[in-house]
């Protein structure tokens, strides 16, 4: 059974750009979420999203946003990149939203790099 | 808010070394807890979990249990591998109309031969 993937692995851009990051879940999962994870915060909670529809959302601006599509690949969006937005983006996929036992499992992570 | 607080790191041990990484959670309702490990340029992997307080989830020969009395999960292994550097994350999951996971900072291990 394929992992968690992401796309693509690595990305350059410079301030004001906008990023579009891809994530496939593992076959018949159907939440995806999103961390941001930097050395100095760490690891952060961006959003869920589980059938189409956003579930949860983190404290982030409205600069980052996500959707996801009915086979259950999803895409976030970064627009008007700031320095602070270079980290490591991951992706995790669960089959279902909560849930006591609800595993979640990670891909690579795209990593982000603002100059 | 929910809160996740794990030891300072990094933490340097020799090979066939005892290992523990204290963590503590703050967390209402009742969470799952979680050891994820993210090797040098991976994204993050499950390593054990607990659902239930005195739960002890296992893998690898790492174990934590589940102390709801004391609202801790701290990571243990007997001998420590060079194989076992990595990052460490203690994670707490919760529910509020969706999911998410609350991490820990993390902690860095280093087994050196």
């Known amino acids: 059974k394929a992992g968690v993937t992401q796309t693509p692995r690595y990305l350059i851009k410079t301030r004001g750009q906008q990023v579009t990051l891809s994530c496939s879940p593992i076959?018949?999962?159907?939440?995806v979420s999103w961390y941001q994870q930097t050395p100095g915060q760490g690891l952060q909670f961006l959003f869920e999203?589980?059938?189409?529809?956003?579930?949860n959302k983190g404290n982030f601006p409205g600069r980052f946003s996500g959707r996801q599509f009915s086979n259950s690949r999803s895409e976030m969006n970064v627009s008007t990149l700031e320095l602070g937005d270079s980290a490591l983006y991951l992706c995790?996929?669960?089959?279902?939203?909560?849930?006591?036992?609800?595993?979640?499992?990670f891909g690579p992570g795209t990593r982000l790099t603002v100059l | 808010g929910d809160s996740v607080t794990q030891m300072e790191g990094p933490v340097t041990l020799s090979e066939e070394a005892f290992l523990t990484i204290n963590c503590t959670y703050t967390a209402t309702g009742y969470p799952s807890l979680f050891w994820y490990v993210q090797y040098p340029g991976e994204g993050l992997q499950l390593l054990l979990k607990?659902?239930?307080?005195?739960d002890k989830g296992s893998n690898k020969g790492f174990e934590a249990t589940y102390r709801k009395e004391t609202t801790s999960f701290h990571l243990e292994k007997g001998s420590v591998q060079v194989s076992d550097s990595a990052v460490y994350f203690c994670a707490l999951i919760r529910w509020s109309d969706g999911q998410n996971f609350v991490f820990g900072p993390g902690t860095r291990l280093s087994v050196l031969p």
């Open positions: 607990a659902t239930k307080a005195d």
């Open positions: 076959s018949g999962h159907r939440s």
């Open positions: 999203y589980f059938s189409e529809t956003q579930r």
């Open positions: 995790a996929s669960s089959r279902q939203t909560g849930g006591r036992d609800n595993e979640q499992f």
